[in-house]
């Protein structure tokens, strides 16, 4: 009768359905527009400029070039600019034209661009790592230089003294970087699989607090609005966090958002 009565009940249960609805999968699918060809080598990084008539890239030969779209629709470079290091990352600022650029060796140079993009100008170096530069960020705002590098620092310089305002050394190679100008917190992820939240001052860093997994982090990507923490990591895993920042500002909580 016992094994009877548990045949009924099993046969009842039914499987567990997601609260949330399900969205419609997307057809569309990405359109190529233009193809760029001609680098040297692998191509590190690149950006658009001027709404696609134009891009900067830096790759592996050493150099940095700026391609312009001509009549005929192909882009072909006005800059083709060689270094002394490969270039692994860059940051560029469209209403100012400075372009930041962070090398092989641990340098980040500054640059700035020409009206027309057919030339380019070196302002200063910062002599900010002693490894790979891993990605570079401009703040015009505060006119602070941000740095994160495979020698498990974060750096950041004033671009009008040169100085290095302060650093912070991280528990594995830095491998991603976001900042938040508004706020002046940053959020620098490492192969440690840790994120470390910091509050920039004159004065220094000031650690806020650490978000810890267990695999490295790849990417970071932080939502002002609302306020979210977004980032990705090995194993094809993306997670979010949300922060809520109360008073005083070492007073931050955080919340595992799954993603659906």
């Known amino acids: 009768m016992i094994q009877q009565r548990r045949r009924e009940m099993a046969a009842e249960i039914k499987p567990i359905r997601s609260s949330h609805p399900t969205k419609p999968i997307s057809t569309d699918r990405p359109v190529l527009v233009s193809k760029i060809e001609g680098s040297g080598d692998d191509v590190n990084a690149a950006v658009l400029l001027n709404g696609g008539t134009a891009v900067i890239s830096v790759s592996d030969d050493k150099s940095v070039r700026i391609w312009q779209r001509r009549d005929s629709g192909q882009y072909w470079p ?3 600019h060689f270094l002394t290091y490969i270039p692994s990352c860059l940051h560029y600022k469209p209403d100012t034209k400075r372009l930041f650029l962070g090398l092989d060796n641990g340098t980040v140079i500054e640059f ?3 009206q027309d993009y057919n030339s380019i100008n070196q302002v200063r170096e910062y002599l900010s790592h002693q ?3 891993t990605d570079v960020i401009f703040c015009p705002a505060s006119e602070w230089v941000l740095s994160a590098a495979r020698d498990k620092f974060f750096v950041y310089h004033c671009t009008e003294s040169g100085r290095r305002l302060g650093g912070h050394q991280c528990s594995g190679w830095c491998t991603a970087l976001q900042y938040d100008a508004k706020s002046k917190h940053t959020f620098v992820g490492d192969y440690s699989g840790q994120i470390t939240m910091l509050k920039l001052e004159e004065t220094g860093p000031q650690v806020i607090t650490v978000l810890k997994k267990q695999s490295f982090c790849t990417c ?4 002002k609005s609302p306020t979210d923490l977004w980032w990705g990591r090995c194993y094809h895993c993306v997670l979010g966090h949300e922060s809520k920042q109360t008073g005083d500002p070492r ?6 958002l799954p993603i659906l």
Do not use: L
């Open 251 to 256: 007073m931050v909580t955080s919340r595992f």
């Open 112 to 114: 700035t661009v020409a």
């Open 220 to 223: 970071v990507w932080f939502e």
């Open 78 to 80: 006005s800059v083709c």
């Open 131 to 133: 490894s790979r530069v």
